[in-house]
């Protein structure tokens, strides 16, 4: 069984927004996509760029340095499906954010 830690309360990540934290050591993009929270590695497979501050569109995130486009839910790339992101299990209970890393 996964080992959740609480990173925020629900209301702390916006609608379309993301927030990075760090969970046993891992530095996570945790997502707010229509009230679903998803969780990545915060880190562009590119050049390391930070995902949590690139845009959100639907449930793409495009990363701010270069451009590089993921699916949040699967963090598939848009264009090279086999390169993907780390994705972490996330639930919510009681307001508060959990993810397992």
């Known amino acids: 069984m ?3 830690s609480t ?5 702390d990540i916006a609608n379309g927004a993301a927030k990075m934290f760090v969970v046993n050591g891992k530095e996570i993009a945790v997502y707010n996509l229509a009230g679903t929270f998803y969780a990545t590695q915060q880190a562009c497979l590119h050049r ?6 690139g845009d959100i ?6 990363c701010p340095w270069h451009g590089w486009e ?3 839910p ?3 790339h848009l264009v090279d499906r086999k390169s993907k992101l780390a ?9 508060e954010v959990k993810v397992a890393a």
Do not use: H, M, Q, W
């Open 48 to 53: 390391n760029g930070p995902l949590s501050e």
């Open 57 to 62: 569109d639907g449930c793409v995130v495009t």
């Open 87 to 95: 994705t972490y299990p996330v639930k919510v209970e009681n307001g």
């Open 74 to 76: 699967t963090g598939e």
């Open 2 to 4: 996964a080992d959740f």
């Open 7 to 11: 990173v925020c309360r629900v209301a």
């Open 70 to 72: 993921y699916d949040i």
